[in-house]
């Protein structure tokens, strides 16, 4: 979005100038008091404001009454009652005019041009201000400049506005009206921070904080606290931001004052780092403020935001009824800039839909000049970047009609006698070739017209400004170069682009607010992915598809800074969890406590500022992936559109093939998981598990023949599987050439080959992961199993596998959160078997639950050391929340974050006591010195003959990240050393039902 208004503060004075006719008398003294007490506070100023207007009246009084009045509208515009406040703000100027006093009149006419402003009548705002400066002089015409100003920004005339600033400034500084000085500051960083004059605005809101502390205004404060994170917000810092709108929420919220602009504010924020639900949710609130405070203002440009938002989250008739709805307000209203600012959301939802923008050329160009003189950068580059793929896709339709009349409806020369005689054209091929003529020439056209506006979109690519401004300039001058026919140009845009993103991301702390914004990525991935399909280089396509996916997660593990608050609020909903688990019917006041924390913990742990430079791995060449491959292959599956194709590396060559649509993959992947399903409940029938049976193979099959079968280059080899979109959920082992054969499923090649590399080095393992269990095997830490509650089969698992590894078993009251984190930071290899739980919401509230409550993927993040290697047990507890760009969240994500290289989880939920026998079988074998992943195959087909309930338990079960390396557990070599890994592999297994 490219201008915002944010929270404005009336430019008009507190107490009057004194009259030198005025009397002296009680009722103006009183009416001079409710006015600078409504100054300092409004709400409670507003009694005694309703009390004075009304006994001035009775007195007769004319000035004590506009005095009165004034305070009383004064007071009423910020209770959020717009009609009550221009009803008494126009007696103010009535009174006036009785009084005979022209200044009174004017100041109240200029008061009232606020309150008809936030009815959203700018241009009847400015009539009124207008009218009243002529009357007013000194100081009084100062404020009405700044007001005007107001109104003037309000219009998205920027430049006059701070020139009207500027004037007004002079004057207040001149007169040491160190309150009005105060007020003109804050409006002022607004007009300075919607021209990205970010330093200036920060001067300005700083200053005007000082003055509003020594003059006593806690409000002020926070509305100044607000704006500052408005500020932060177009700059581009997040976690700043939502420290300044956490401040400001909780000043102005003490006060009783109107908050529908920090709904406003947090929504942009929100939608900046592409978390479009709850911008949406904030928006709402916004909405609801401003119509139940009548400011009608406000109300279209919350609109825009929310076609914005609903574009990103892929509902684009939402985004046009919202994007049409501000159109027609931003009209009314009389506020071109904004109007254009409308037009451009309704194009960008009709490009999203698929639909045809019909708008003429020239109304485009109204538009995106308009914006570029409104200076709002933002808004003109995505105006021109859209107006360029608008008037494109004008000269790709024009070239279809041409070719297809060439191809239909031309006439043959077949030698026609009439024509030979005469040596005429064919009347129809004489128009045909006019109206190519024309069509041809219309197409020069609008390729130059796109390419004038791509050249104006890209300049931002090397401006100063924010990053997603200078992003979506290199994404503008990636296009150019495709205009133009410059493959290598547009790639090399495309990674400075990605570079500015990655680089803006790593401020970030929180890890939802880097995954979300990797949403701003999708563009320039998009393109690049393009030109990789079109130059139809493997190799090439390969570095394309890393670069697109999993670009969130570290290439390093980095631990949180120790954070005492944190720790205490996880606690407390530690507490909750648990008493919400033995709950039959969950107790609302405890469901809302437990709300309440977790919006908490994820508002803190946003504030948290980022490691600057932490951005991700370069993407692994095809020559360091062979070697790390050794005899494995590698499948890497790529959506183009709705097609999914798949990449394959085998022996170092690279290839590349289309398989079909991912929406036939994920329906055959619903319908196999549901077989699963069934097949794992206690009272399923036999004839139930007939048709689960059928339906099992039957999908297994038709997904076996759609994913593996095509590359028949891999063969029989071990496979290491990088999946996209609905893939990250499907449990491999059922597809029948997976059975009995060791497959890992890692987020990305690139991560694959660091934790392959990190762990082979620790261990000094071959490529081909074939160990005997001593030299090549992982080592380091001694083993841990845990046993959580309310699992009978979970206590006789864990013992099974100390037994089998001769390590620690937690269960009971031992398997305390924090005495499993302090398991985990010791151990090379965990074993987790409890109750596990994605939260699909946030995913970072996932996690297992042991005897006081979850251990979250919040807890992970924290710890000091996570094990090389790690089994998690538990329902769920391998799936992964899926964001824009294959982005993934979750507590096995989280482990992997952390530092663990090879992970066994289920990605489907699980029977307690059925999960036993794979996982005993997986850790025998895991003890002889199998690696992981053929470990996990031979357990699952060992059992594969069991009874259903076992067979499904274990078809869950994949083996997530190295997967190739053996683990040496303790009292299997004399050189173990008794520590967690930091930066390396760890292997931990969580079994959870």
Known sequence: MGARVGARVDASPGSPEPADAAPADAVLTEAEAALAAVDRDPVSGLPAAERTARRAARAGHAVAASTAERAWGHALLHVGELDNAVRHLSRAAAWGARAGRADLTAEARYKLAFAILQRGRPQAALREIDAALPDLTGMAAARARAQRAIVLHVMGRLDESLAEFEVALQVLRRHADLLGVQRMLI????????????????????????????????????????????????????????????????????????????HQDRAELLLSVGLTAEAKAAAARAVDAYRRERRSLKVPEVQVLLAQAEILSGDPAAALGH???????????????????????????QRAAGLRPRLPTAVIDVMVATLDAAGWPGAALDAAIVAAQVTAGRRVRQDVRRDARRNDGGPERSGDAGDARTGAEPAAERRSRTVDVAADVAADVAVDVAAGYLSRAAAASRSRGPALVRARGWYARALQRRAEGDARGVLAAVRTGLRVLDEHASAMGATDLRVHAAAHRADLVALGLEVAFEAGRPDGLLEWSERARASRLPAAPVRPPDDPVLTALLARLRSVTRDLAGQAAAPAPLLARQADLE???????????????????????????????????????????????????????????????????????????????????????????????????????????????????????????????????????????????????????????????????????????????????????????????????????????????????????????????????????????????????????????????????????????????????????????????????????????????????????????????????????????????????????????????????????????????????????????????????????????
């Not at 002020?220 to 500020?231: F, Q, V």
């Not at 590349?656 to 992947?669: K, M, P, Q, Y």
């Not at 080592?779 to 006789?796: C, F, K, N």
């Open 187 to 262: 409006n002022r960083a607004l007009v300075h921070s919607d021209r990205h004059a970010f330093a200036a605005a920060e001067r300005d809101l700083l200053e005007a904080e000082t003055l509003a502390r020594a003059l006593g205004r806690p409000l002020t404060i926070g509305l100044i606290a607000n704006n500052l994170g408005l500020m932060e917000t177009l700059r581009g810092d997040v976690p700043a931001a939502l420290r300044h709108l956490d401040r400001a929420e909780r000043i102005i919220g003490a006060h009783g004052a109107q908050l529908g602009t920090l």
């Open 323 to 349: 994007a049409r709805a501000a159109l027609r307000r931003f009209r009314a209203q009389g506020r071109r800039e904004w109007t254009e600012l409308a037009r451009l959301s309704v194009l960008s939802a």
């Open 599 to 993: 919006r908490r913990i994820r508002d803190h742990s946003r504030r948290r500022a980022g490691t600057p430079g932490n951005a991700p791995a370069t993407p692994v060449t095809p020559r360091d992936l062979a070697a790390s491959l050794g005899a494995w292959a590698l499948v890497e599956y790529v959506r183009r559109g709705a097609d999914l194709h798949v990449l394959t590396v085998v022996d170092g060559r690279v290839g590349v093939r289309r398989l079909g649509t991912t929406a036939e993959a994920a329906d055959l992947i619903e319908r196999l998981t549901f077989a699963v399903r069934r097949n794992a409940r206690p009272d399923a029938r036999p004839e139930a598990l007939a048709a689960s049976a059928a339906l099992l193979d039957a999908a297994a099959g038709r997904l076996d023949a759609l994913l593996l079968g095509p590359p028949a280059e891999i063969g029989d080899r071990p496979l290491v599987v990088v999946p996209t979109g609905p893939l990250h959920s499907l449990p491999w082992s059922l597809l029948p050439s997976c059975a009995g054969r060791p497959v890992t499923v890692a987020p990305s090649a690139t991560l694959w080959h660091l934790a392959r590399t990190r762990l082979a080095a620790a261990s000094g393992a071959d490529g081909n992961g074939d160990s005997d269990g001593g030299a090549g095997a992982a080592a380091g830490g001694g083993v841990v199993a845990v046993a959580g509650p309310r699992l009978p089969a979970a206590g006789p698992e864990a013992a099974a596998v100390g037994a089998i590894h001769g390590g620690t078993v937690l269960a009971g009251a031992a398997a305390s959160v924090e005495a499993v984190s302090a398991a985990l930071s010791r151990a090379g290899l965990a074993h987790l078997a409890a109750h596990g739980h994605l939260s699909a919401d946030n995913p970072l509230f996932s996690g297992i639950a042991l005897a006081d409550g979850p251990l979250m993927a919040y807890d992970v993040e924290r710890l000091p050391r996570v094990p090389h290697t790690l089994v998690l047990a538990a329902c769920d507890s391998g799936r992964s929340v899926v964001r824009t760009g294959d982005e993934l969240m979750g507590l096995a994500v989280a482990f992997l974050a952390r530092g663990t290289s090879q992970l066994v989880a289920s990605v489907l939920p699980i029977p307690d006591a059925a999960t036993t026998p794979v996982m005993v079988a997986f850790h025998e074998r895991l003890a002889a010195g199998r690696p992981p992943a053929a470990a996990l195959a031979e357990a699952q087909q060992a059992v594969r003959g069991d009874d259903p309930r076992t067979a499904a338990a274990a078809a869950g079960f994949v083996c997530i990240g190295a997967g190739a390396v053996p683990v040496r557990s303790r009292g299997q070599g004399p050189d173990e050393v008794a520590v967690g890994v930091e930066r390396g592999p760890g292997t931990v297994t969580l079994a959870t039902g």
